[in-house]
């Protein structure tokens, strides 16, 4: 059982805590050794029917997961903890397929990195994670078009006094079109400045968090007004579409 493989309590509470979900023993082993050196508290489970529970007991500030496991298929792992936690996930995946990359967005990951893994850019994508989950300077960010607020400090967003919940990216997004009301920015800009990497004509995670944006907060996917589709230079806040 889970509890055999991981005694509550026995990572560092100081470090940030990674929860790794890798059936690849030899992999996981060097991941977590790799990330224990650069300042992170790994835990691994081997088995997706055990990752569910993990998380809820751990509590991790990120999750880092595999698509191919046994017991419970990762995107089912990644539905189910997107059930109950906002929690950052970076999912891993040995298909270059985007497809598969697609499901995994669309099932409430944060990112992803193809296998084999390069172990800087899985640690650049971590912290870059983090970051993400910290307000600004600490300062409290308040941005309101109509009936749509949105709260950086609290990471909270409401539309009709209704709370809207978004995965990490999909926030971040978010804020990065609201603060620039009326600007376009294309997928390189906004893939530059929420993972740190530009647009390589294939990603399609931004037009992937656009879709489930707008989905969310009441946009006509067909003839989208409030976030609007600038084609061939990016995408567009309406202020006055609230």
């Given amino acids: 059982m889970f509890a055999a493989q991981w005694m509550p309590g026995s990572l560092p509470t100081a470090l940030p805590k990674v929860l790794l979900v890798e059936d690849d023993r030899r992999l996981g082993e060097l991941v977590q050794h790799y990330l224990g ?22 509590a991790p500030q990120v999750v880092v997961l595999d698509l191919m496991l046994p017991g419970v298929g990762g995107i089912e792992v990644c539905r189910q903890i997107r059930a109950f936690s906002e929690v950052p996930i970076l999912i891993l995946t040995a298909c270059e397929d985007d ?11 944060d990112d992803y990195v193809l296998k084999p893994i390069e172990p ?12 993400r989950q910290q307000p600004a300077g600490g300062n409290r960010s308040k941005a309101s078009f109509g009936s749509l607020c949105i709260d950086r400090a609290e990471r909270e967003v409401s539309h009709r006094q209704q709370r809207i919940e978004l995965s990490t990216t999909e926030f971040e997004i978010l804020w990065l079109l609201a603060s620039q009301p009326g600007q376009i920015l294309s997928r390189d800009q906004i893939l530059l400045a929420v993972r740190g990497i530009g647009f390589d004509g294939l990603d399609r995670s931004v037009d992937v968090c ?14 989208p007004r409030r976030i609007k589709t600038i084609w061939g230079r990016g995408y567009q806040f309406n202020p006055a579409g609230w």
């Fill in 37 to 58: 050196e650069h300042g992170f508290a790994v835990q691994s489970v081997h088995r997706g029917d055990l990752a569910v529970e993990a998380c809820r007991q751990l």
């Fill in 99 to 109: 497809v598969e990359q697609v499901l995994g967005l669309e099932s409430g990951a």
């Fill in 120 to 131: 800087r850019l899985l640690l650049a994508r971590l912290r870059a994670l983090l970051r």
């Fill in 210 to 223: 656009i879709g489930k944006l707008r989905r969310k907060l009441g946009d006509d996917p067909r003839e």
